[in-house]
């Protein structure tokens, strides 16, 4: 099949300069989906990093009655070690609790000084479960205990900010795969349109012996620079708009841990090429079976 | 070259355009195809070059059974065979040089045999000063002088015309005519579907009439109505 690179070239282009117009809204309504299927993407794995992060140091802290007694610290002790649950415990006694006061509130002398010794404050257990789920059932079993003051759980601030972010990683593929769709149809279109304002030509090549594929080919080629194009556009727009979304991130303490690397970016931005050319691919596939009867 | 079995077609919801049509031509002759309109004189040529399928019956075109050719053999078979038409179907973007030259480019043949072929055929039809005219520059009978030397460029065994003076006034038919007996007498079988009575009677070639969809008469050296008309 003798397909010339400078024909397919040539037409390909000429096509795409006729069809300016409709040219350009496929590939912003590319550009448009494949960013929002980015960041999509990257928000996913922004929490997946942060929750792993998270979920490492998901604890509770069992604080005992400040003038608890060495038995009950001690039956509590024993108790904690004995969950199969229980990943790590730390117990910080008197001094330390004492020492990590006295850091925390270095600058502030007054406050410091209503602390005279270390028995006025609550020796506690920091207990690491095996699994985030676990800390609730872990928890409730002390919440009771003798010399047992109170049960704190580092955890619901977390749990809302991953159904906020489940919920916006939702919300971006819906948006995004009714705009893949849109961008695809609107291929199919410019496509169509291609084909119908070349119809004399194509009846001659018809005429004269082209094969369907040396017709089908600079059609495609279009479809597919349109799909590119608009990957294109889209990676630009999630390299360029990455530091400044980062930069806003940084100053939310409970986000440090949310962002994606530079080689997350990338593969992102890859996977975006990849689907840019595979829908500019389809929708002229479509268009050059449906419209052009070869 | 040509040959055609018991050959049937029906359009849907019509009545039959062709009916158990036997029809051989042999190479290198000079057919006229002649009938009122609608008596199956295009889709004898569209079955040709299959753009139609016959709905029975046999069609043999160059030596090649084309009712068992598989679809994407279809264009290797156009490219034996020159198509001629009474609205010419140029590109009026393209000049004439371009219009021929594109029925090569597109079959993919190297640019130093389009540069060396086209000219040449330009000046068999007698063109070669209006090469960088536009279509609509030119004549009726200059715009089917590019139609044919487009069919023709590409050297197909056979050159088939449909009405291709229905368009111009009788002089300029006369010189089409002309370019199409040359064209024949370098050995490519022609077959000309046409209603110009004058033409057929002057030119005294085979001719072929159908008349709903049935051949009525194949006459060695004949004229456009003896029996009808």
Known sequence: MAIKVDYVARETFSNLKRNALMTAAAVLTVAVSLALVGSALLVRQAVSRATTQWKGGVELSIFMNPDATADEISTIDRQVHDMPEVKKVTYVDHTAAYDEFVRIFRDSPEFKESIQTPDQLPPSFRVVPQKAELVDSVGQRFVNGAGVRQVVYARDTIKTILKVTRFVTTFLWIVALVALMAASLLILNTIQLAIFARRREVGVMKLVGATNWFIRVPFMMEGLIQGLIGAAAAVGLMIGLRPFVQGQLKHIQLLQQFFVTSSQVLGTGLILLVLGSVIGAAGSAVAVTRFLDV | ?229
């Not at chain 2, 264009?75 to 609205?87: A, S």
């Not at chain 2, 030397?149 to 006034?169: H, K, M, Q, S, W």
């Open chain 2, 1 to 229: 070259m040509i040959r055609l079995e018991h050959v049937s077609k029906t359009y849907k919801g019509t009545t039959a355009a062709l009916r158990d049509l036997s029809v051989d031509i042999a190479k290198g002759e000079f057919v006229f195809l002649v009938g009122p309109s609608g008596s199956g004189k295009s889709t004898f040529l569209r079955l040709l070059t299959k753009e139609e399928r016959p709905d029975d019956g046999r069609i043999w075109v160059a030596g090649k059974d084309i009712a068992h050719l598989s679809s994407w053999k279809v264009p290797f078979l156009r490219r034996n065979i020159g198509c001629v038409f009474q609205d010419f179907k140029l590109l009026p973007n393209k000049n004439v040089f371009e219009n021929v030259a594109f029925a090569l480019e597109v079959i993919g043949r190297p640019k130093h045999v389009i540069v060396s072929q086209v000219p040449q055929i330009l000046d068999l039809v007698g063109l070669a000063k209006k090469r960088d005219n536009l279509p609509t520059e030119l004549s009726g009978g200059e715009q089917q002088r590019v139609s044919i030397a487009r069919a023709f460029v590409n050297r197909p065994l056979i050159l088939l015309a449909d009405e291709p003076t229905g368009n111009l006034d009788p002089s300029t038919s006369e010189g089409i005519m002309r370019l199409l007996d040359r064209i024949n007498r370098t050995g490519t079988t022609v077959l000309m579907a046409t209603h110009d009575r004058s033409i057929v009677d002057r030119m005294r070639r085979r001719v072929i009439e159908l008349d709903h969809g049935q051949l009525v008469r194949d006459q060695a050296r004949g004229v456009y109505g003896v029996a009808t008309n």
